[in-house]
């Protein structure tokens, strides 16, 4: 896990990258870095991209050691004492900051929707919950950036999570249709992804149909999570992916355990490495 600290990297390492906002804002933008539990444990990785993406665009990051869970798997369980105060901790730890940012599309539509029903809507609104973000969400909706330099040769399968789709916006969703204005989401990933040269993505025949996790879903009801899943994979597969990826591990966790068993692995990373200039294992190149 990152430690505790303001750092700096140069941006000539990363081609010399300018945050948009800065010039307006009175120097540099500051965030603090939410890492969820499972990244933090299981993929710590995604956690040092995240890092690395933002500070390429001159954002001045703090990691708050103080942060604990968001309270999410107790908010999907009902355990409201234990959410309760997980949402009271996620509130004090971060009261100072102007923007949290995660790489996680679940855990920030956790902290966004869910937090105001333990700690109250008023407080959830005016406080730490109303300024978290995804990564991606950051990168296109507060600093503005549209187009990230970089190369990633591969044919890519793009998982659009559940949470990130229909809770945050950062697609359109296939079962809704543009508001009464004619205006859809702007799919955000997969804008910036394909903003990298030589990332083609695999076509799709259900392109946001969830991959089956659903967290304690995929013990409770493992069949039915299983067959989901193995449904997600079998399109990809159709498609031609090379590589798998999402603004979300557990997503990414469950896909890559179903291929384990299977023998047939595709390479999976969080779209963080990707932007931030990881290369995939065992993938060829196009």
């Known amino acids: 896990m ?13 081609g010399g990258a300018h945050n948009p906002l800065a010039d307006g804002m009175g120097g540099r933008v500051k965030v603090a870095l939410f890492v969820p539990c499972y990244v ?47 949402a009271e901790r996620y509130a004090e730890v971060f009261a100072g900051y102007d923007h949290i940012v995660c790489p996680s599309g679940s855990c920030v539509a956790n902290v966004r929707h869910q937090h105001a029903n333990w700690i109250g809507r008023e407080t959830a609104q005016h406080g730490a919950a109303a300024r978290t973000f995804e990564l991606c969400e950051f990168l296109w909706d ?3 950036v549209q187009a990230i330099e970089g ?22 969703a296939s079962e809704r249709g543009p508001d009464a204005a004619g205006h859809a989401p702007v799919d ?9 040269d030589g990332l083609e993505f695999a076509t799709l025949e259900r392109p946001d149909e969830c991959c089956g996790f659903g967290g304690s879903f995929a013990a409770s009801e493992a069949a039915v999570s299983t067959k989901m899943g193995l449904d997600r994979l079998a399109d990809h597969e159709r498609g ?5 990826t999402s603004v979300d591990s557990s997503c990414l966790a469950q896909l890559a355990s179903l291929m384990k068993r299977r023998g047939k692995p595709i390479p999976v990373m969080h779209a963080a490495e990707i932007l931030a200039g990881r290369a995939p294992t065992g993938a060829a190149q196009r």
């Open 40 to 86: 933090d444990q299981l993929f710590p990785e995604v956690a040092f991209a995240t890092l690395e993406l933002l500070e390429r665009f001159d954002v001045e990051v703090d990691y708050p050691a103080a942060q604990t869970c968001c309270g999410q798997p107790f908010s999907n369980t009902g355990l409201a004492r234990d959410a309760r105060a997980l």
């Open 240 to 244: 031609g992916a090379q590589v798998l």
């Open 188 to 196: 955000k990933v997969r804008r910036l992804l394909a903003s990298l």
């Open 2 to 14: 990152p430690q505790e600290r303001n750092a700096h990297r140069p941006r000539e390492r990363f």
């Open 142 to 144: 507060v600093l503005g």
């Open 151 to 172: 190369r990633f040769p591969y044919r890519v399968g793009l998982h659009a999570s559940c949470h990130g789709l229909r809770e945050l916006g950062l697609a359109p």
